[in-house]
């Protein structure tokens, strides 16, 4: 008899919707520019202003939060957070200062958290989301999310 292999390594089943397609191939059919349950939206290096969508309501998340990293620059980027409405409006939650320098900046939304000008909002997350980040100067920067 054998058994199987114990690792530490955590796996993380992928979502299938009842027909058998895949999460991502779902949005990919419906348009979507990105997609991430947890990780980057926006590659690391990316130094133009970019739109990315995030399809939050796979596992109706209550809190999400973006890490904003800056690798390095002389400019700065500001980092908008929508909603979407279920026709494509998009309405502000969330829009940063103009960030700078290395480091990163979370920027967070979720019921239950005390809202901090330009940093944190006390508010649903909606099922889509647009983050919409402008860049002035010259910047490298990526964007990361985290669902919780």
Same mark, same amino acid.
């Given at each position: 008899?054998? =058994?199987?292999?114990?690792?530490?390594?955590?796996?993380?089943? &992928?979502?299938?919707?009842?027909?058998?397609?895949? &999460?991502?191939?779902?949005?990919?059919?419906? $348009?979507?520019?990105? =997609?991430?349950?947890?990780?980057? /939206?926006?590659?690391? $290096? !990316?130094?133009?202003? !970019? !739109?990315?969508?995030?399809? !939050?309501?796979?596992?109706?998340? %209550?809190?999400?939060?973006?890490?904003?990293?800056? &690798?390095? *620059?002389? *400019?700065?980027? %500001?980092?908008?957070?929508?909603?979407?409405?279920?026709? $494509?409006?998009? =309405?502000?939650?969330?829009?940063?200062? &103009?960030?700078?320098?290395?480091?990163?900046?979370?920027?967070? /939304?979720?019921? *239950?958290?005390?809202?901090?000008?330009?940093?944190?909002?006390?508010?649903?997350?909606?099922?889509?989301?647009?983050?919409?980040?402008?860049?002035? $100067?010259?910047?490298? =920067?990526?964007?990361?999310?985290?669902?919780?």
């Amino acid at each position: 008899m054998t =058994y199987p292999v114990e690792t530490n390594t955590p796996v993380q089943p &992928a979502f299938t919707w009842p027909n058998g397609v895949t &999460a991502t191939q779902q949005l990919a059919s419906d $348009g979507m520019k990105s =997609y991430s349950v947890n990780g980057p /939206i926006i590659p690391a $290096g !990316t130094t133009a202003t !970019t !739109t990315a969508d995030v399809f !939050t309501d796979i596992s109706f998340e %209550t809190q999400l939060i973006l890490l904003v990293k800056i &690798a390095s *620059g002389s *400019g700065s980027v %500001t980092v908008q957070v929508n909603g979407k409405t279920s026709d $494509g409006e998009t =309405y502000p939650i969330l829009t940063s200062t &103009a960030l700078s320098g290395a480091g990163i900046t979370p920027l967070r /939304i979720g019921t *239950g958290f005390t809202p901090v000008n330009n940093l944190a909002a006390n508010d649903m997350v909606p099922t889509d989301v647009q983050v919409v980040c402008t860049v002035s $100067g010259t910047i490298s =920067y990526g964007v990361e999310v985290m669902l919780g």
